[in-house]
Each structure stands twice: as structure tokens, then as C-alpha cells.
């Protein structure tokens, strides 16, 4: 898939540490075909002066997701977390109360106490369309799956 020249992007870097975590970025240039020059919005080069900038390929490439409301979530719904700077792809373990839930993050297992508004519910990038995981058990009012404009 082609990216435009500062779309906003989400990066998913294929690394111990990053597996399972989608930081937001823009796409600086193309890199041949399979590449792409980014920016990250929330990572920093070791100087921690700048933005960190740097080459990735494009399967560590996908648009940002559409922005679906939700903000009731199940026990063991797939969701992504806003945890450390980026969305950790995770599961609901427990509802606190109206605002916050417990989350256990796909990667590694550690669990976080985190707002209804840093979640959002998972969705899979595959073939140019963004759709709900299989067994998406989330109170919405969608199930469609939402494709890329």
C-alpha cells in the first residue's frame, strides 16, 4: 500500500520490546518500494531534542485506524491501550468503575489501570480494510468493517 508524503500513520515496529504496539507518526518519504522514511510523534532520538526519525518497512506501515465510539468494553474484549506513549494491542481483565478499566497487555502479560478514553477497540489492518478481529465481542452499535478513504 502507498502512503502519501506526511500522511499520519501508525508505525509497528517488528522488534523485541515493540511487538504489539503501534506508535503515531507521519511518513516523511518512500524508501524504494517496500520502504518508508517516518517520524514518530512520541519517540525520541537519544539526543531527546527531536523526534525520532527513521527508516521502517511498509508492512510496519497502516493508516491510522477510524475512530469508533465506544466507551463500555467486556471482560476479555480485544482493545488497544494507550500505555507508555503508544497502543498496546491488550485485553479488558476488569472493570473498575464507569471511567477506568484493568488491562493485560497481548505482549507480555503486564497489566495496567487505564481511563475508558485511552482504549479503543481493536481493529485488524488486511488487504487495504480495517476489520474487527474474529470473536469482537464489543458494545457497539458497528460490526461493519470500515475501509480506508
Known amino acids: 500500500m502507498a502512503f502519501r508524503i506526511l500522511e ?3 508505525i509497528c515496529k517488528k522488534q523485541e520490546g515493540f511487538l504489539g ?3 503515531s507518526g507521519k511518513v516523511l518519504a518512500a524508501v524504494g518500494i517496500n520502504r518508508y522514511i ?16 527513521e527508516v521502517v518497512d511498509a508492512d510496519e506501515v ?24 503508544a497502543w498496546w ?8 468503575d464507569d471511567v477506568r478499566y484493568f488491562v493485560r497487555l497481548d505482549t507480555n502479560g503486564t497489566e495496567f489501570q487505564v481511563p475508558s478514553n ?4 481493536h481493529l485488524d489492518w488486511q488487504d487495504g480494510r480495517w476489520v474487527l478481529p474474529p ?15
Open 38 to 53: 517516518v517520524r514518530y510523534e512520541t519517540r525520541w532520538a537519544e539526543c531527546k531534542t527531536r523526534q525520532l526519525s
Open 8 to 10: 499520519n500513520v501508525e
Open 89 to 96: 494491542v491488550a485485553k479488558v481483565v476488569q472493570r473498575l
Open 62 to 85: 497502516r493508516p491510522l485506524p477510524p475512530a469508533i465510539s465506544c466507551t463500555n468494553f467486556s471482560m476479555s474484549d480485544k482493545i488497544d491501550a494507550y500505555v507508555n506513549n
Open 21 to 23: 504496539s503501534y506508535y
Open 118 to 121: 485511552k482504549l479503543r477497540i
Open 135 to 149: 470473536n469482537t465481542h464489543t458494545n457497539t452499535n458497528t460490526n461493519t468493517i470500515v475501509n480506508r478513504p
